[in-house]
């Protein structure tokens, strides 16, 4: 009677025990394959709770996130015979997990990296072929970078991987041709600074030109109206001392003396040789009468 109070507890942790044996979840990162006796049954599980049948079912996860390999330098012939030493990395990940299962001895990452190697470097190798130093020096690297995935992209489809992006992460010149390569490039951009330097200097004068002309045209304008405006005002003057002068000409006599008298005499150091009969001294003599 004892041991069958033990008998539902048996069963519960039996069940819970089949049920772990049969249930497996697979994460947003993760890609799997399930398996009987050995066998691919299925590779297009979602995210998400699964069964598959103990012992007769297995299942293995693969990272569907984007990998990254770097690669040591290699040496690459230029079109001219001469050795490059380039040092890049790949981005990659699964698209076919179970091409990549097959074809790299059960979905080894160390193999899968080892082949896409290969392929990367053929890539580089038949587009480098096809440069010299120069031109992979100054090449534009988008350009020269999209040619190696379009190469090597018709090829790793067989593993069952997408290529994301190739980068070169340096580029080792030969040391017969480095110095001379850079004195090049040096040389080139020495020209270019020449000819900037030089359009800046046209620019400039042309500027300074245009500023001196429209100086001169603002000068000459100016002092055409001045000269008008001082033409105007000293005929207005004339004919206003005219009016002046035909109203009261004894009035008007005397008050150009006095102006007269006051910028001319009482001032230091002023010599006047006038004769004394003379008609500047009119007004002065009959105030003394």
Do not use: C
Request: hydrophobic share 40%; net charge neutral; proline share 3%.
């Amino acid at each position: 009677m004892p041991n069958r109070g033990y008998l539902p507890l048996i069963l519960v942790g039996a069940a819970l025990l089949l049920f772990s044996m049969a249930a497996f979840t697979v994460r947003e990162t993760e890609l799997a394959l399930k398996f009987r006796f050995g066998e691919i049954v299925r590779a297009d599980y979602k995210p998400g709770l699964h069964f598959l049948t103990p012992f007769v079912n297995n299942v293995i996860k693969f990272d569907r996130r984007i990998l990254t390999e770097d690669y040591p330098a290699e040496q690459f012939l230029t079109s001219e015979g001469k050795i490059l030493r380039i040092n890049f990395f790949v981005k990659w990940r699964i698209s076919d997990v179970s091409r990549f299962y097959t074809s790299t001895s059960g979905g080894s990452e160390e193999v899968a990296n080892r082949r896409l190697g290969e392929i990367i470097k053929d890539g580089i190798k038949t587009v480098i072929a096809r440069r010299t130093i120069q031109q992979v020096v100054a090449a534009d690297r988008s350009e020269f970078l999209g040619e190696v995935l379009e190469i090597a992209g018709k090829n790793v489809g067989n593993l069952g991987i997408s290529l994301v992006d190739v980068r070169v992460k340096n580029i080792e010149l030969p040391e017969e041709v480095s110095e001379s390569v850079f004195n090049r490039m040096r040389q080139d951009f020495a020209r270019q600074a020449a000819q900037l330097r030089a359009e800046g200097s046209a620019v400039s004068e042309q500027t300074r030109a245009e500023a001196d002309r429209q100086r001169t045209e603002i000068l000459a304008n100016a002092y055409r109206e001045a000269e008008i405006i001082k033409g105007q005002g000293d005929a207005a003057a004339a004919d206003i001392y005219g009016k002046a002068y035909g109203a009261n000409p004894e009035f008007f006599a005397f008050h150009r003396s006095l102006q007269a008298y006051r910028r001319s005499l009482g001032k230091q150091g002023d010599v006047l040789v006038l004769a004394p009969d003379g008609e500047f001294f009119d007004y002065l003599k009959q105030s003394g009468r």
